[in-house]
């Protein structure tokens, strides 16, 4: 093991130096710096120390993970260098405010932009998925007239499939007031407020409108995205700014009704507006565009289509396309269909590169089959797409090459449909617009091949490759051990690890942390908790308790060193919410409370309590095999470990 000394000079070395240090904490396994400047890091050199496990930025901050002495690399950096220690911050409203400014400072705009994106999408993601395979289901059981339209049974399935994107402001809302870390259902209600009938209605009504004298212009904010992210990040601020300076008493209810108070009419009179005009000026310039060129039409179209989606102005090329079909076809809708199916290869090209990762071949599976049986793409640009930004150079090449052969052939649609595979009789002459479209998709499943999500992704599916694949499960490495004993003659130990939590049991990969995720601590599971129970999963010692009561460390006579983590990031309730039972040193059997938490209070306060379980020392044995995805109780087998 690497001198704690040393470790401590070099990471501090390599971080920027004391001077580029605004304060730094420790939890359970990983230093956590908040910097002035991450671009000062060597994180090269940093993940090539032998001290250092892998350094990752995340959540503001800058993550250096040593493992289980983390706290004596931490008293040796606090020993030899001035450094203001974090842990006297609290988790108060002016708290977050002068951490995520922090945060902002540190990182470069579209960095920032593009991490609230994702922060925002990545919890629907799974909403998103399985909506589009209703959708998909939908249209095959129309397409062989196994259900009709205007059946009861399909307007339910219907109302299923839609609720989600009609109601996206709402759904918006609530994330991006989570990620930011304010009142999650004020943000929910202001998505809401926007939707609802009174407001809705005034669309129809043919006089000019005003807001206490303001001039007013309604639109259609069902299944926008774009007026809903910049209104919580105008929110956000606001929420801090009233909390800070409204007195204790009347908080509770003066906060969210100024909250909403503000933030409804505001969207309504600005960022809505702002996307009406904006696509208003972007049908003007097609319309100039296409008298140009249909080809360099086709190019720039397809490529900003997926664009125009996400920024909710879309909808303001409808009438163009409409006035289009009415001449005798439309080529605009023809074209978009390149970025449509560029967005199904890109999906499709993930399932190949990644089909050893469960959670990213399933989720771009579904994004594919949904995206070619019924054109529903919003899963893929959402979920993946806006997520990984790799994907979006991508996007726009394979887009535009399809749009471009569009115009190029003269291609149209007929008929008003969805771009999906069953439309196709909408559009003519079929073998060209066949052509284009299919191109779009090669190129996108190919170049997505090729380059990938990025380094986060890719070092999960290494780490599984060089592990011999964590992804099997208990059967199958009991049936291999009992291979290799027959061929090898070799014996092996086999142990069981019981659950220590009530919950759904997931794959490491599935946790939204690259630290645990990329198992640079070492291989296991996590537990989603339905209570707030931790047990002991063996007969063993407690050998080490954090001080914020988040995780703690076992051993048990086969020298199995398990990391139980409570939650993400929850080091920063500094023991908020957590009643620890035992001590370090202390003899536990299977079974023995460890550590009750408020699983209630610590989402309320924001965070994740996903959980993860690992064996901390996993090169000291031969295997670590993980059970099957599924509800667990203390007790029940959730890895077996082969010595």
């Given at each position: 093991?690497a ?9 501090v070395?390599?971080?920027g130096?004391?001077e580029?240090?605004?304060s ?12 002035k ?15 250092v496990?892998t ?49 902002v ?40 007239d196994w259900?009709g ?5 399909y307007?339910?399935?219907?109302a ?7 109601f ?16 999650p259902?004020v943000?929910?209600?202001i998505?809401?407020g ?5 407001f ?7 006089q ?13 904010y069902?299944q ?5 992210l ?15 300076y ?6 509770l209810?003066?906060v969210p ?19 009406q ?7 003007n ?6 008298a ?19 920024l909710g102005?879309?909808w ?7 006035d ?10 023809a ?6 199916f ?8 993930i ?8 959670d ?15 054109g ?5 640009l ?5 997520r ?20 190029l ?24 617009y066949?052509f ?11 170049l ?24 099997e499960?208990?059967?199958e ?9 027959k ?6 130990t ?12 997931i ?9 645990f ?8 599971d996590?537990?989603?908790?339905t ?5 002991a ?13 988040h995780?703690?460390?076992?051993t ?5 060193e ?14 908020k ?11 536990i ?5 460890l ?18 379980v ?30």
């Amino acid at each position: 093991m690497a001198d704690n000394k040393e470790t401590a000079k070099f990471v501090v070395e390599h971080i920027g130096g004391q001077e580029n240090v605004d304060s730094l904490v420790h939890c359970a396994t990983r230093l956590r710096f908040k910097l002035k400047d991450t671009s000062k890091v060597d994180e090269e050199a940093l993940k090539n120390n032998p001290g250092v496990l892998t350094a990752v930025e995340s959540g503001g901050q800058y993550q250096v993970v040593i493992g289980n002495h983390v706290a004596k690399v931490y008293q040796e950096i606090m020993n030899q260098y001035d450094i203001q220690s974090g842990d006297d911050h609290g988790n108060d409203a002016e708290t977050n405010a002068d951490e995520i400014k922090k945060s902002v400072r540190s990182k470069n705009p579209i960095s920032v932009v593009f991490e609230y994106i994702s922060g925002t999408f990545s919890p629907l993601i799974p909403a998103l998925a399985g909506s589009g395979m209703i959708k998909a289901i939908l249209a095959v059981l129309t397409m062989f007239d196994w259900l009709g339209e205007e059946s009861s049974t399909y307007a339910v399935l219907d109302a299923a499939s839609n609720g989600l994107f009609y109601f996206f402001p709402v759904f918006i809302g609530i994330s991006a007031a989570k990620f930011l870390k304010v009142n999650p259902y004020v943000g929910g209600v202001i998505g809401a407020g926007l939707l609802d009938p009174s407001f809705t209605s005034l669309m129809d009504v043919n006089q000019s409108l005003d807001f206490m004298g303001i001039p007013l212009i309604i639109s259609d904010y069902a299944q926008t995205v774009f007026p809903m992210l910049v209104a919580i990040a105008f929110y956000a601020p606001l929420e801090r700014f009233l909390k800070k300076y409204t007195p204790d008493t009347i908080q509770l209810f003066f906060v969210p009704m100024m909250g909403i108070l503000i933030m409804v009419p505001l969207t309504a009179l600005i960022f809505g507006p702002f996307s009406q005009y904006l696509s208003q000026a972007i049908a003007n310039g097609l319309v100039s565009l296409l008298a140009l060129s249909s080809v360099l039409t086709g190019v720039v179209f397809a490529a900003v289509w997926p664009f125009l989606v996400v920024l909710g102005v879309h909808w303001g090329i409808t009438p163009i396309q409409l006035d289009n079909l009415a001449r005798g076809g439309d080529p605009l809708n023809a074209m978009a269909a390149g970025a449509t199916f560029a967005q199904m290869g890109i999906a499709f090209g993930i399932f190949l590169r990644y089909r050893k990762n469960k959670d990213l071949s399933s989720l771009s599976l579904a994004g594919t089959v949904s995206g070619i049986v019924a054109g529903v793409t919003e899963p893929i640009l959402y979920g993946f797409i806006l997520r990984y930004r790799r994907l979006i150079p991508i996007l726009i090449v394979s887009s535009a090459v399809g749009g471009g052969l569009v115009g190029l052939f003269g291609a149209e649609m007929y008929s008003y449909a969805f771009n999906s595979v069953l439309t196709i009789p909408a559009y003519g002459p079929i073998p060209q617009y066949v052509f284009s479209v299919a191109v779009s998709f090669v190129v996108g499943t190919v170049l997505t091949f090729i380059f990938g999500l990025g380094k986060e992704a890719d070092a999960t599916i290494a780490t599984e490759s060089s592990n011999g694949g964590t992804n099997e499960t208990a059967e199958e490495v009991e049936a291999e051990a009992e291979a290799n004993d027959k061929e090898e003659l070799v014996e092996e130990t086999q142990i069981d690890i019981a659950s220590p939590l009530d919950g759904e049991l997931i794959p490491l990969s599935a946790v939204e942390d690259e630290v645990f995720s990329s198992e640079a601590m070492g291989q296991g599971d996590a537990i989603i908790p339905t209570d707030g129970k931790l047990v002991a999963p063996f007969d063993g010692k407690i050998a080490s308790v954090f001080p914020t009561k988040h995780a703690i460390g076992l051993t048990d006579e086969n020298g199995i060193e398990l990391l139980i983590h409570i939650g993400m990031d929850t080091v920063q309730l500094e023991g908020k919410h957590f009643t620890n039972h035992v001590e370090k040193g202390q003899m536990i059997k299977q079974g023995d409370a460890l550590i009750t938490f408020d699983v209630a209070a610590i989402k309320e306060a924001g965070y994740s309590v996903v959980s993860p379980v690992i064996v901390t020392n996993t090169n000291d044995f031969k295997q670590v095999a993980s059970e099957k995805s599924r509800h667990v109780t203390p007790g029940d087998k959730i890895m077996t470990v082969v010595k």
